[in-house]
C-alpha cells in the first residue's frame, strides 16, 4: 500500500515549534500547549486525539487559517506567523491544499471549474492539462460539466481532492475527509490519498477520528489536552485503536 513510484523530495514542508493557541470564553480553552511536530515532504501524517484534544486546531494553525498565540509555523521554510494580509492568503494559495469532510464546492460551479477556482483566484493561469491528469486520476472524467449537487458523496470529495491537487500544492491539510462518507467510499477516498502521496509526491496532514483511515498513513501523531502525547510509524488499525483507548483514558 505504501510502494512509492517517485522519490520523495527531501526536507521539511511544514514545521509546527512551540505552539500555543487560547479560544476566549470559559475562563479561556487551551487548544494547544507548546506543541512541536513536523511533517517530512512527500509522506503521509495521521493527526488523532479524543474531541477537544486540540487536532484540528493544529490543522488550522500549521495550515495558516487561524493565527497561535505564540510559537511558529514554517511553511516550506517561510514563518507565515508574521505574514499579514494578503500576503498570509497568497502563501496559502501557493503552496497549500484543502479538502475537507463537507467538500466546500461551489454548488453554482460545474467540476471543472470548481477544479480550477484555487487557480483563479489565486491570479494564476490555471494548468488545464495537469487539471485533466488529476481528474482522470480521481476518476472524474466524463464528469466535467455537472454540478456538485448531481454528484454522490465520494464523486463531491474526489472534486475536492482534485481541485486541492490541481495547483500542484507541497501538502494538502485533509479534515476528517471520509467523516462523511460510507465505509466503501471513504476507502476509495483513502486510497486516492495514498496515491496522492505515492505517485505524485504530494504531503498529507489529515485528521481523523478513524483508526481505519488512520491505517493509510506513514505515520500517526496523537493529542490530548492541546498536547502531543505520542506518535506510531507504519500504524496499524488495531495499534491506532489501542494508543486512541489510551489517549482518552489518561
Same mark, same amino acid.
Not at 41 to 65: D, E, N, Q, R, W
Not at 139 to 165: F, H, I, K, M, N
Given at each position: 500500500?505504501?510502494?512509492s513510484?517517485v522519490?520523495p523530495?527531501?526536507?521539511l514542508v511544514?514545521?509546527?515549534?512551540?505552539?500555543t493557541?487560547?479560544?476566549?470564553?470559559?475562563?479561556?480553552?487551551?487548544?494547544?500547549?507548546?506543541?512541536?511536530v513536523?511533517? =517530512?515532504?512527500?509522506?503521509?501524517c495521521a493527526?488523532? @486525539?479524543?474531541? +477537544?484534544?486540540?487536532?484540528?486546531t493544529?490543522?488550522h494553525?500549521?495550515? +495558516?487559517?487561524d493565527?497561535?498565540?505564540?510559537g511558529r509555523v514554517?511553511?516550506?521554510g517561510?514563518d507565515i506567523?508574521g505574514?499579514?494580509?494578503?500576503r498570509?492568503? =497568497?502563501?496559502?494559495?501557493?503552496r497549500?491544499g484543502f479538502?475537507?469532510?463537507s467538500?466546500n464546492l461551489?454548488d453554482?460551479?460545474s467540476?471543472?471549474?470548481n477544479v480550477?477556482?484555487?487557480?483563479r483566484l489565486a491570479?494564476?493561469?490555471?494548468d488545464?492539462?495537469?487539471?485533466?491528469?488529476?481528474m482522470?486520476?480521481?476518476?472524474?472524467t466524463?464528469?466535467?460539466?455537472d454540478?456538485? @449537487?448531481?454528484?454522490s458523496?465520494?464523486?463531491?470529495q474526489?472534486?475536492?481532492?482534485a481541485?486541492?491537487?490541481?495547483?500542484?500544492? =507541497?501538502v494538502?491539510?485533509?479534515?476528517e475527509?471520509? @467523516?462523511a462518507?460510507?465505509l466503501?467510499t +471513504?476507502r476509495?477516498?483513502?486510497?486516492?490519498?495514498?496515491?496522492?502521496?505515492?505517485?505524485?509526491?504530494?504531503?498529507i496532514?489529515?485528521?481523523t477520528?478513524?483508526p481505519?483511515?488512520a491505517?493509510?498513513?506513514?505515520?500517526?501523531?496523537?493529542?490530548?489536552?492541546?498536547?502531543?502525547?505520542t506518535?506510531l510509524?507504519?500504524?496499524t488499525?488495531?495499534?491506532v485503536?489501542?494508543?486512541?483507548?489510551?489517549?482518552?483514558?489518561r
Amino acid at each position: 500500500m505504501r510502494n512509492s513510484d517517485v522519490t520523495p523530495a527531501r526536507g521539511l514542508v511544514v514545521e509546527v515549534l512551540d505552539v500555543t493557541k487560547t479560544y476566549a470564553g470559559g475562563g479561556g480553552v487551551r487548544a494547544l500547549d507548546g506543541v512541536s511536530v513536523a511533517f =517530512e515532504a512527500g509522506s503521509f501524517c495521521a493527526v488523532m @486525539g479524543p474531541s +477537544g484534544s486540540g487536532k484540528s486546531t493544529l490543522l488550522h494553525c500549521a495550515a +495558516g487559517l487561524d493565527r497561535p498565540d505564540s510559537g511558529r509555523v514554517l511553511l516550506a521554510g517561510q514563518d507565515i506567523g508574521g505574514l499579514r494580509e494578503p500576503r498570509l492568503t =497568497e502563501a496559502r494559495r501557493q503552496r497549500v491544499g484543502f479538502v475537507f469532510q463537507s467538500y466546500n464546492l461551489m454548488d453554482s460551479l460545474s467540476v471543472w471549474h470548481n477544479v480550477l477556482l484555487p487557480q483563479r483566484l489565486a491570479g494564476t493561469r490555471p494548468d488545464r492539462d495537469w487539471a485533466r491528469e488529476v481528474m482522470r486520476r480521481v476518476g472524474l472524467t466524463g464528469r466535467e460539466d455537472d454540478r456538485p @449537487g448531481q454528484l454522490s458523496g465520494g464523486q463531491r470529495q474526489r472534486v475536492a481532492l482534485a481541485r486541492a491537487l490541481a495547483s500542484r500544492p =507541497e501538502v494538502i491539510f485533509a479534515d476528517e475527509p471520509t @467523516g462523511a462518507l460510507d465505509l466503501s467510499t +471513504g476507502r476509495e477516498v483513502l486510497g486516492l490519498l495514498r496515491e496522492a502521496v505515492d505517485q505524485i509526491g504530494t504531503t498529507i496532514v489529515m485528521v481523523t477520528h478513524d483508526p481505519t483511515a488512520a491505517a493509510w498513513a506513514d505515520r500517526a501523531v496523537f493529542l490530548a489536552d492541546g498536547r502531543i502525547v505520542t506518535e506510531l510509524a507504519d500504524p496499524t488499525a488495531e495499534k491506532v485503536a489501542a494508543q486512541m483507548t489510551a489517549v482518552t483514558i489518561r
